[in-house]
């Protein structure tokens, strides 16, 4: 199997570092692209670091060798968005945490997780924190 783009949703929990690990190794072993995507729901507020967030996710992956590295903030729905975004860049992989950073967004990434390992266009890869 060929893998040339690699998706992977981010909610800045403390289980994002490892996975983006997770993703940047299968990256760096394949060759595909990593995008970093972040979707920001509309009722909930967005963390004034996004950005940063993003960046420094970014650069930890390139720094484990993953040479074409993309970020994004997308506005939407999570599940939603997330498979549009699958779909649009084509990806191969999804790569995607199985739990969020507060109790309300762990309830709200598991259902997010689940919609997406059950509809996504792709495989999907589950990295539990």
């Known amino acids: 199997m060929t893998l040339s783009t690699i998706l992977c949703p981010l909610d800045f929990s403390a289980a994002s570092a490892a996975l983006v690990a997770y993703a940047a190794a299968l990256a760096v072993g394949t060759g595909a692209e990593l995008r970093l995507l972040y979707v920001q729901e509309p009722a909930v507020p967005a963390p004034a670091a996004i950005e940063a967030s993003l960046h420094a996710h970014r650069a930890a992956a390139e720094a484990a ?51 997406v390992v059950r509809t996504a266009p792709c495989p999907t890869l589950l990295v539990r924190e």
């Open 65 to 115: 060798g993953a040479s074409r590295v993309y970020t994004n903030t997308v506005h939407g729905e999570a599940a939603p968005t997330i498979l549009a975004e699958a779909e649009r860049h084509h990806a191969d992989l999804i790569v995607i945490g199985a739990h969020g950073q507060t109790c309300l967004s762990r309830f709200l990434m598991g259902n997010t997780a689940e919609m």
